[in-house]
């Protein structure tokens, strides 16, 4: 996976079962409470990801003994409430269930300390909490903005405060962090919330969590959570972290739009995380949804469409996400609502999924606290689009579930390792692409005769990458761009004006395409092929005509460059003489004079120039079918070929 950009072709379908990571939540709560209880803890499928590797860098900085057993499970030697390192400075990246439990702790713990972390974690708000926390005598600075980190934090003042009152309305990790921290002060403590508590299940995680380690919270409604004093964390021995249920929802999502069924193992109906209830998000829209104990399944519905829903969100934050991508191929819009925390989470996940959403052509309205999708038509397709993440893990996966509608390219990856560093893997081995035979092969080979009507008797589209190149030789001439003027030429090909319909090839409006098969535009074809930032901008273009029922591509390295996945491979040759006579003649044809010898000579030279280039240089994929086509009519190579399509088992 590139780390710039991953491109996603089009699925057709979606099927499998996937054991989940664990979930990210939990696993940092887990290991925030192992350290500071009294005991050893092993905790068992403990997510791999950023944000736990954070909590881990900073418990170990903190003096915490952390080792790992073997099998994604880690030994924690809990400190009984006694941090053994009273300075430090830590940097918590972007990883808010590291950042606001901590902040909430070490306010508590009675050291000097300095959080830091990546930019936007600066920008997330924690007012409310230091707030919270003052109340109990901690003293905190706005090393920064105020009500943003960095902060620097120094042992608390001595204080008598029984009652913290907290604002519930822009983060439930700012509660769940102060509950986790107040068994540090052996005092009673009760906390009032202001206004609404909103991702209410975050917090009954957080108690459940902490009654697994001895420590029971008293609440009254969602209004007052009680700490008794004398509450101290013990370690329960072995622990294990269930599946992340937020990261079920985009494969459960997956088996609703994508046919299926996709089971999910590791969660199940009696699952103590709140995004477990997206499976009922989905079964509103028609999905049809199987539960077992630790598992849950989800196909399409056994007739029609998904249907579009209006949802209160409050109870699902992070999974309703998945929902704004899902309402793309459901019949009526779709609106999510109470989902202001968006705002101030790794990125406005509001204002993002509304644009990148927008980007695949269809209307989506947004306010403050709620979103609203409008499909396509019944006669409308999604967009090709260059999907933009934010430096945010779910946004980047929830819009990988348009590859259903649409070719995606999406930029910076790997942001998904936050929480799941093979998503992607995961992603690919569950969907079946739109499927490519790609047919590579030397000037005059045939190809593009044989690529179209292999195209015509699967009942496929077709691509002429050829004519792509073509078009921007073309387009850089009449904008007077010298051939090897990389930037300038890369420009043209990322803003070309091009329309394909039958044998039509327009560009900018006008009908071009005996135009582009001119010596003059196929030498100059060959120069601008040969110039990498030219080939990165057409990159993108030449994957999206990849639409269903299937493409057929031909060219010089659609086998090894533009569609390496691709079904069926094949690569034609002829002698140069053979070639040469196939060119003279098509000239002939067109009227144009020439002589057989400077066209085994072009034709030599181009060979030459196109196997020698730095970047996608001509030559068979190692998995291509090779066919020599000097001796063979058009006919039996067609035939040869498309037998070589039907051997392919389909996959799924």
């Not at 929802?249 to 088996?255: D, K, M, P």
């Not at 601008?528 to 080939?535: D, K």
Request: glycine share 10%.
């Amino acid at each position: 996976m590139s780390a710039a950009f991953l491109d996603l072709p089009q699925f057709v379908s979606a099927a499998g079962t996937l054991r989940l990571p664990g979930s990210k939540s939990l696993s940092n709560r887990v290991l925030l409470l192992a350290a500071l209880a009294s005991g050893r803890s092993e905790i068992r499928d403990l997510l791999a990801s950023d944000d736990t590797a954070r909590m881990l860098d900073a418990l170990r900085t903190l003096g915490v003994g952390i080792a790992p057993a073997g099998d994604g499970a880690f030994v924690v030697d809990g400190v009984a409430g006694a941090l053994p390192v009273r300075t430090a400075e830590l940097f918590l990246g972007n990883a808010g269930t590291a950042f606001r439990p901590l902040t909430a702790v070490l306010a508590l713990a009675g050291g000097t300390y300095r959080l830091s972390g990546v930019p936007r974690m600066h920008e997330r708000p924690i007012a409310d909490l230091v707030d919270g926390l003052r109340q109990l005598g901690a003293e905190i600075d706005y090393l920064a903005g105020e009500g943003f980190p960095p902060l620097l934090i120094r042992p608390p003042r001595a204080s008598a405060a029984a009652v913290v009152r907290l604002r519930g309305d822009v983060s439930s990790q700012f509660l769940s962090g102060l509950l986790m921290a107040l068994p540090l002060r052996g005092a009673e403590t009760t906390v009032e919330i202001v206004g609404e508590l909103i991702s209410r299940p975050y917090v009954e995680m957080t108690l459940a969590t902490m009654a697994r380690f001895g420590v029971l919270v008293q609440r009254d409604g969602w209004q007052r959570f009680s700490v008794a004093a004398g509450s101290v964390y013990r370690s329960p021995g072995v622990l294990p972290v269930e599946g992340d249920a937020s990261s079920a929802s985009y494969f459960l999502a997956l088996g609703a739009i994508g046919g299926g069924p996709v089971r999910v193992e590791g969660v199940g109906r009696d699952s103590i995380q709140g995004d477990v209830r997206f499976a009922d998000a989905l079964a509103a829209m028609g999905a049809r949804i199987t539960h077992g104990e630790n598992w849950i399944e989800a196909a399409a519905p056994g007739a029609g469409n998904l249907r579009g829903i209006d949802l209160d969100c409050n109870h699902i934050p992070d999974a309703a996400m998945t929902l704004a991508t899902v309402a793309l191929f459901a019949r009526g819009p779709t609106t999510l609502g109470n989902i202001a925390s968006w705002r101030v989470k790794e990125t406005d996940r509001i204002a993002a999924m509304a644009s990148e959403l927008g980007k695949l052509g269809v209307r989506v309205d947004s306010g403050e606290d709620f979103i609203r999708v409008h499909p396509p038509g019944p006669t409308e397709s999604l967009l090709p689009a260059v999907i933009d993440t934010y430096d945010d893990h779910r946004i980047a996966m929830c819009l990988s579930l348009a590859a259903r509608g649409a070719p995606l390219r999406i930029n910076d990856p790997r942001t998904v390792g936050k929480t799941f560093p093979d998503y992607f893997e995961r992603f690919a081995a569950m969907t079946r692409p739109v499927p490519v035979v790609a047919v590579d092969g030397t000037s005059a080979s045939g190809k593009g005769t044989i690529a179209a009507r292999v195209a015509q008797a699967l009942g496929w589209h077709y691509l002429d990458s050829g004519a792509l190149y073509r078009l921007t030789a073309l387009a850089a001439l009449r904008a007077g761009a010298a051939g090897d003027d990389e930037a300038a030429v890369a420009a043209i090909a990322a803003t070309l004006d091009v329309e394909f319909a039958g044998t039509s090839i327009r560009l900018a409006g006008d009908e071009v395409g005996d135009a582009i098969r001119s010596e003059e535009i196929s030498r100059a074809a060959s120069l601008v092929a040969a110039l990498p930032a030219v080939r990165s901008a057409l990159l993108f273009r030449q994957r999206a005509f990849r639409r269903p029922p299937g493409l057929v591509a031909d060219g010089r390295d659609m086998g090894t460059v533009v569609f390496p996945d691709a079904t069926s491979k094949v690569f034609l040759t002829a002698s140069l003489e053979k070639r040469a006579e196939r060119r003279l003649k098509q000239l002939i044809d067109k009227g144009i004079a020439a002589n057989i010898r400077d066209l085994v000579q072009d034709l030599g030279e181009r060979d030459a120039r196109d196997g020698q280039r730095s970047v996608a240089p001509m030559l068979p994929s190692s998995d291509a079918d090779l066919l020599d086509t000097t001796d063979l009519t058009i006919e039996t190579a067609v035939a040869q070929v498309l037998d070589w399509v039907n051997e392919v088992p389909e996959k799924g």
